[in-house]
C-alpha cells in the first residue's frame, strides 16, 4: 500500500486551528466507522437526515418570511380553487362555493383586520351601516 502525503498545516492560525479539529474528527470517524460499520452508517444516514431536515425547515421558513411581499398587489383579490358550486345559498343569499384554497379578501377598516369572504361581505363592511 502506498504512503498517502498529508497536506501541510496552514500558516494563518485560525485555519491551521481549525485543520487540526477536522483531521482529529476525520480520524475519529474513519476509526469508529472501520470498527463498526453497519453503526457508523446508520448514524451517517441520520446525521444526513436531520441536517437536511434542519436546512429544509430554514428554506421553508425564509420562503414564508418573503413571500407575502411577493404578491402584495393582489392581497385584495379573494381567490378559490377549485371554485365548485355547491348549489346552495347562505343565509344572506350568497351562492356558496367549495374550495380546498380559499382565500377571503382582507379589509382594514377602523384599524382592524377583517375578513371578507364575498362581495356582499365586502361592500357590507366598507357601507355606512357596517362596523
Not at 472501520?34 to 421558513?61: E, R, W
Not at 414564508?64 to 380553487?81: E, T, V
Not at 365548485?84 to 379578501?105: Q, R, W, Y
Not at 377602523?110 to 369572504?117: G, T, V
Request: aromatic share 20%; hydrophobic share 45%; net charge neutral.
Amino acid at each position: 500500500m502506498e504512503q498517502i502525503e498529508i497536506k501541510p498545516y496552514s500558516n494563518n492560525f485560525f485555519i491551521k486551528a481549525f485543520q487540526k479539529i477536522y483531521r482529529y474528527y476525520l480520524g475519529a470517524w474513519y476509526g469508529f466507522n472501520d470498527k463498526h460499520p453497519k453503526l457508523g452508517n446508520l448514524l451517517y444516514k441520520i446525521g444526513f437526515f436531520f441536517l437536511f431536515s434542519m436546512a429544509v425547515t430554514v428554506i421553508q421558513f425564509l420562503i414564508m418570511l418573503f413571500l407575502p411581499y411577493a404578491f402584495s398587489s393582489i392581497w385584495d383579490i379573494p381567490f378559490c380553487f377549485p371554485r365548485v358550486n355547491l348549489g346552495l345559498k347562505d343565509a344572506s343569499g350568497n351562492d356558496l362555493f367549495f374550495g380546498i384554497f380559499n382565500e377571503p379578501v382582507q379589509i382594514l377598516l377602523n384599524e382592524k383586520l377583517i375578513q371578507a369572504y364575498t362581495s356582499f361581505d365586502v361592500n357590507h363592511l366598507l357601507s355606512d351601516g357596517g362596523l
